[in-house]
């Protein structure tokens, strides 16, 4: 079994990030793409935040349309900051050894990986598929291939590289689409439209909480359930 594994803060989740996972999905054969909304993001800690139960309920609404596509509660149920390593350790207690897990992520997100918790160890849990953009920050990605020892792929295709695991690091060029949730939060605080940049589903739900209206429309008052991962 090949699943794909999408983690993000989703806040809100976008079109931009249903259309590079079901892009994904059909392109490596893959029987789900897994989207994890992060509980409570390492990089994140001092910035507003939407409660958790919102980012997953928005997911679940813009999951719903792609039968590719499903949202995983997981790192909700986890105390404490939400690590990338204790997901993919989780992801294969839950699913098996046996299971192929595809871990997605952007290249700006990939070039600070550094900076994770445990960074060498999380390429044993899975492969790596890096949304690429053409000619964006190649430079940035051969340092980090060279210090993690990623070797390009002896007989594989273009952007396909093998870890020391063994596990493959692949990049793939989606379709470009220039939506950020940052964009979107903006919008919203403007009172502009952000039809066609959610799903229809995810803005109805916004305009109904009343999010991002303003610095303080995240929420920030409840507690999140869970800080995790």
């Known amino acids: 079994m090949k699943l794909g594994i999408l983690g993000g803060t989703f806040d809100p989740i976008h ?7 079901e892009e994904i999905a059909q392109y490596l054969a893959l029987e789900k793409v ?3 909304p992060s509980a409570q993001p390492p990089h994140k800690t ?10 997953l309920a928005m997911s679940r609404l813009g999951t719903d349309c792609s039968d590719l596509l499903e949202t995983m509660d997981l790192e909700g149920k986890r105390a404490g900051i939400s690590y990338s390593i204790e997901t993919l350790r989780e992801l294969h207690r839950i699913f098996g050894p046996s299971t192929e897990l595809f871990f997605i992520l952007g290249t700006d997100a990939f070039l600070e ?7 060498k160890r ?16 190649d430079r940035g990605l051969t340092g980090i291939f060279s210090d993690l ?4 792929a002896k007989k594989g295709a273009e952007n396909y590289f093998v870890a020391p695991s063994g596990n493959a690091v ?3 060029t989606p379709t470009r689409m220039e939506i950020s949730s940052t964009n979107i939060r903006n919008m919203v605080k403007e009172d502009k439209s952000i039809r066609f940049l ?4 995810v803005r109805v739900y916004i305009v109904e909480k009343g999010f991002y209206l303003n610095d303080d429309s995240h929420g920030k008052s409840e507690a999140l359930p869970h800080n995790h991962s």
């Open 15 to 21: 079109l931009g990030h249903l259309r590079s996972a």
């Open 198 to 201: 959610v799903p229809e589903s």
């Open 122 to 137: 999380l390429f044993e849990y899975a492969h790596f598929v890096i949304l690429h953009r053409d000619g964006c920050q």
């Open 113 to 119: 990986i550094k900076t994770w918790r445990d960074y």
């Open 149 to 152: 020892d990623i070797q390009a």
């Open 46 to 55: 001092e910035s507003p935040i939407t409660p958790f139960r919102h980012r």
């Open 34 to 36: 897994y989207l994890i």
């Open 170 to 172: 692949i990049l793939i």
